[in-house]
């Protein structure tokens, strides 16, 4: 839905409806949403010096990535109950420790 359905513009309506056909009801019980501004988030991906088939989304224009944050913080809205908010501006080790508490094991 955020990438397809808001990022790409095929709309939220159609990217719901496909996912209802290919996946019936499946959904997870626990989301974890790892927000951070858009312009940290790719000068982080940048400073790791990933290779060309693992930044292709990176490559991406602002508008974009804009609108994937904005669909994800829109639906873990609308959900509450699934979603975990975690915020990705802090260090690595608080990130993980706040992944930790959401109810998923560290990495």
Do not use: N
């Amino acid at each position: 839905v955020a990438y397809q359905g808001y990022g790409r513009g095929l709309g939220e309506e159609t990217v719901r409806e496909l996912d209802r056909i290919a996946c019936g009801a499946l959904k997870p019980d626990l989301t974890i949403l790892i927000d951070i501004d858009v312009e940290t988030s790719l000068q982080r991906s940048r400073e790791r010096g990933l290779d060309k088939s693992e930044s292709r989304m990176d490559e991406q224009a602002l508008e974009f990535h804009r609108r994937v944050r904005e669909a994800y913080l829109k639906m873990a809205a609308e959900e509450p109950k699934r979603f975990r908010v975690i915020d990705g501006r802090h260090p690595v080790d608080a990130v993980r420790e706040a992944v930790w508490q959401a109810g998923c094991p560290p990495v």
